[in-house]
């Protein structure tokens, strides 16, 4: 987001503050990673230092309303209407019983025009545009099928709609199938024309990286040494952490999807392996050599398994970066099978065999000449940025703030800022959260208090009287 010093005097309808306060408030919350309270006193800091002390700051609750009422503009805003657009689709929870469906998307042409500008189909936030943003309650496979309908009569029927493997979202997609199949049906119909086999349909693409990571769940759940290797791995962290070892305590481990600690077990095992092997190191570190090797001893028997793991990782790594920087399409197999490392261990040439007969049948569905899109890592950086804009991990559950969301998508500048603030206003915000969020965590603590507090005022007036 560039700014210039003559936005500070640009004004803006119905705001006390100019375009430019208004901007380098939201570019220091969205880009500098500072909470919302502290924004105003930097921002302050900023004016003092740049000879501009006469220019006010907006409070951290006027900067939270313009960050919101951005998000709904953004949401809002007329997409273009064509078939060629890519959607990415998943659902972010809260604390609470609500969860939002957020669809994102790009055009296969803008994918394509992207490319040959910077020769990467990596995408980055502002990349994407917000198609939808759907709180609910409940989610099924009627109810994802019927939050995709009404996406798509905002810009068209997607080519492709990329998701992990959740039950509800996969049996929303295929409602979406069948829906489209039956309105071409119909119109081919209306129209007296014979129905074609090839008719356009939005084709459904599993996310490569919740695929790999449920491959590896099950080829690791079927490996005792996994088991007893994390389990080694937890009681060493308990041994050293409060002792003069603490410098080579492994990592902490996900207390759920265990398998997904195998990346950073798999590294803090070479290296502590490598450590282990040269005693110098460790004295140079001025580590006792004979109680290192006492405590860590136990790591030499998993050399073998972690030679295979390494492998492993090797593979799925390989496998996502060619579908993040290539994408879908009908040669992809063919091309993966000469990236991919080879090897002599059964359970990593399995491995290898899952990933191209996965990756051959997505590539079935690109059409000739068609890449698709087969990643939603995009989306799942958006997530995390979210929740470091939520703050505290959203603790207040399901919030306005998750309007924000469209904040971190699209190519934002001062105009969109400009015409978002003017176009949307406070009232309509409010009225958008009445709607689709109802009562969140954080208002029913509210009344909970005033309850609390109601109750034990009546108990102290009755004891007086009494």
Not at 49 to 64: E, F, H, N, P, T
Not at 104 to 125: K, N, P
Not at 344 to 355: D, E, H, Y
Not at 389 to 400: D, F, M, R, S, V
């Amino acid at each position: 987001m560039s700014l210039r010093n003559d936005d500070l005097q640009v004004p803006v309808a119905r705001h006390q503050f100019s375009l430019g306060v208004i901007a380098k408030s939201l570019a220091l919350k969205l880009h500098g990673g500072l909470r919302l309270k502290q924004v105003p006193d930097v921002l302050k800091m900023h004016w003092q230092w740049s000879g501009l002390g006469d220019v006010q700051s907006a409070s951290y609750y006027s900067i939270r309303l313009w960050l919101m009422r951005l998000g709904l503009h953004q949401l809002l805003r007329p997409k273009e209407q064509a078939d060629d657009w890519m959607w990415i689709i998943d659902h972010t929870i809260q604390l609470g019983d609500r969860k939002c469906l957020l669809v994102l998307g790009i055009r296969q042409s803008t994918w394509d025009a992207l490319h040959r500008d910077t020769q990467s189909r990596v995408l980055s936030h502002k990349d994407v545009v917000l198609i939808d943003l759907v709180p609910v309650t409940k989610s099924n496979g009627r109810v994802v099928y019927r939050q995709l309908r009404a996406a798509a009569e905002k810009n068209g029927i997607p080519r492709v709609i990329v998701s992990d493997g959740g039950s509800d979202l996969h049996a929303g997609v295929k409602q979406f199938q069948k829906f489209q199949k039956h309105f071409y049906k119909k119109l081919f119909k209306k129209l007296r024309k014979k129905f074609l086999t090839a008719y356009p349909t939005t084709v459904w693409v599993y996310d490569i990286k919740h695929k790999v990571a449920c491959m590896l769940k099950h080829a690791l759940e079927r490996d005792a040494s996994w088991s007893a290797f994390t389990k080694k791995v937890d009681q060493f962290k308990k041994q050293v952490s409060l002792t003069s070892l603490a410098a080579l305590a492994p990592p902490s481990q996900r207390s759920k999807s265990r398998y997904m600690n195998l990346d950073v077990l798999v590294k803090w095992a070479k290296k502590t392996l490598s450590i282990l092997d040269n005693p110098r190191v460790m004295r140079a570190a001025e580590l006792n050599v004979r109680k290192v090797k006492e405590k860590l001893g136990w790591l030499r028997k998993f050399a073998q398994p972690l030679r295979r793991w390494g492998e492993m990782l090797d593979m799925v790594g390989a496998a996502e970066h060619s579908v993040r920087h290539e994408g879908i399409h009908r040669a992809v197999a063919k091309e993966l099978n000469a990236q991919l490392p080879k090897s002599t261990i059964p359970a990593v040439q399995r491995l290898r065999k899952q990933l191209l007969e996965f990756i051959q049948s997505q590539g079935q569905q690109a059409r000739e000449g068609e890449r698709l899109l087969g990643s939603s890592e995009v989306l799942e950086s958006i997530f995390g940025a979210f929740k470091h804009i939520a703050g505290e991990g959203g603790h207040h559950g399901l919030t306005g703030m998750i309007l924000s969301i469209g904040a971190l998508v699209g190519n934002l500048d001062v105009t969109t800022i400009l015409t978002a603030l003017t176009e949307v206003t406070t009232p309509s915000l409010w009225e958008w959260c009445r709607t689709h969020l109802g009562p969140t965590v954080q208002s029913l603590r509210q009344r909970l208090r005033q309850a609390i507090n109601a109750e034990q005022k009546q108990k102290t007036l009755c004891l007086k009287t009494a």
